[in-house]
C-alpha cells in the first residue's frame, strides 16, 4: 500500500476539512457524504430522515427545481454532487496505464474521487451503457435494487437504458426490484453519475445497489446477464466500493493485504466474507470479478490510497483502491 503524496493528497486533505467542517452536526464525515448547506438559491436540498441537510450545488446557468417537482420527475437527481469538487477532481485527473476496459472498480469516498476520474477517463468513452453498481448503505433494499430513471447530474442529464434495466427486472436468477428513491438517496452509485456524465457523456446508464448478503446466486446472475449485454454492445461496469473502514493504520495495511490477494487469487467466496473492515461491497468487487471471468478479462490494481482521520481524539485510517477489468480477446 503506498501512501499518494502532492497536489493531489493535498487537494483531497482540503476536500476532507472542508467536508468534516460541514458535518459538524451531523457526525463525522467519513461515515457518509457531508453535507453541503451553503445558502445558496441556486442549491436542490433535501434532508434525510435523520434530519440532516444534504444538498447539491447546482451547475454555472442551472435552476433550481420547484417545489412538488419530485412526483413529476423524469430524471433522478444527484443530491451528493457538488460542481467545484468535480471540477476539481479532474483537474488533476490522469489516466492510467491500462489496454481496454470493460470495467472499474472506484471509491464514492467524495474526497479521493479524482481517482474515479482517473479511472473513467482510463476507460474512455464510447460506450452505449454504463452499468453502475453500488453498495446498499440503508440495508433496504434486500438484494438486487435499481433504478429505471435517468438522471440529472447537474452538468447533464444521462438516459437509463431501460431495455437493460428491463432484461435486469426480467431476469428470475436476478430477482431484483425497482426503486428509484433509494437509489437516489444512497451515494454509492448517484454521486458516480456527475463523473460518467463528463466522461461519457453520450452513454447511457443503469444503476443497481447492491445489499450486503445478496445471494451468490444472484450475483451470479446478474454478472452473467451484464457479459451476455456486452457482447451486444459496448458496456463499462463501473464498482462503487471503498475499502477499509474505521481502523488503525496497522489493522488497515493488514486488511488491505488479505483484500488484494484474494482479488488477485480471484477467491469469490472468500471476498463475500469480508466485513466493513476490509470492504464496504464485496458484493459489488464480486460482479466485476465475475464479469471479468465470463468475458475473459486480466484485472489489475491501477492505484491505491490511504486517508487518515480523527475520530474520538484517535486518528483512523481508510483505503481506496482503483482496478481496472480489460476486455479479453
Request: overall charge negative; hydrophobic content about 40%; aromatic content about 6%.
Amino acid at each position: 500500500m503506498r501512501i499518494k503524496h502532492g497536489a493531489a493528497l493535498v487537494a483531497a486533505l482540503a476536500i476532507a476539512a472542508f467536508l468534516s467542517a460541514c458535518a459538524a452536526a451531523g457526525g463525522p464525515a467519513h461515515r457518509r457524504l457531508a453535507p453541503l448547506c451553503a445558502a445558496d438559491s441556486r442549491t436542490y436540498g433535501m434532508y434525510s430522515p435523520g434530519g440532516a441537510c444534504r444538498v447539491r450545488r447546482a451547475a454555472e446557468g442551472e435552476a433550481a427545481a420547484p417545489d412538488g417537482a419530485w412526483e413529476k420527475r423524469e430524471y433522478l437527481r444527484c443530491d451528493f454532487y457538488d460542481s467545484d469538487t468535480v471540477r476539481l477532481h479532474f483537474s488533476g485527473a490522469r489516466a492510467y496505464a491500462a489496454g481496454e476496459l470493460a470495467a472499474v472498480c472506484v471509491p464514492h469516498y467524495a474526497p479521493v474521487m479524482d481517482m474515479t476520474a482517473s479511472a473513467l477517463l482510463t476507460a474512455g468513452d464510447g460506450f452505449d451503457t454504463v452499468i453502475v453498481v453500488g453498495p446498499d448503505h440503508a440495508g433496504k433494499g434486500g438484494g438486487v435494487t435499481l433504478a429505471s430513471l435517468g438522471w440529472d447530474t447537474g452538468a447533464g442529464r444521462l438516459e437509463c437504458d431501460a431495455d437493460t434495466a428491463d432484461a435486469i427486472l426480467a431476469d428470475k436468477g436476478i430477482d431484483a426490484r425497482r426503486d428509484d428513491d433509494l437509489l437516489r438517496l444512497d451515494h454509492s452509485v448517484s454521486i458516480q453519475m456527475p463523473y460518467v456524465r463528463h466522461c461519457a457523456p453520450d452513454s447511457k446508464v443503469v444503476a443497481i445497489l447492491l445489499g450486503k448478503g445478496t445471494p451468490q446466486s444472484k450475483l451470479d446472475a446478474l454478472s452473467a446477464l451484464i457479459g451476455d449485454i456486452s457482447l451486444q454492445k459496448r458496456v463499462l461496469l463501473v464498482a462503487s466500493a471503498d475499502f477499509s473502514h474505521y481502523q488503525t493504520a496497522d489493522e488497515t495495511a493488514r486488511r488491505d493485504e488479505v483484500t488484494k490477494d484474494i482479488i488477485a487469487r480471484r477467491d469469490l467466496t472468500a471476498l463475500l466474507r469480508l466485513g466493513h473492515e476490509n470492504i464496504d461491497s464485496p458484493e459489488s468487487v464480486y460482479v466485476m470479478l465475475k464479469l471479468a471471468e465470463y468475458i475473459g478479462g486480466d484485472v489489475m490494481l491501477m492505484d491505491s490510497r490511504v486517508t487518515y482521520y480523527a475520530e474520538n481524539s484517535e486518528y483512523r485510517a481508510g483505503s481506496f483502491f482503483v482496478y481496472g477489468a480489460q476486455r479479453g480477446e
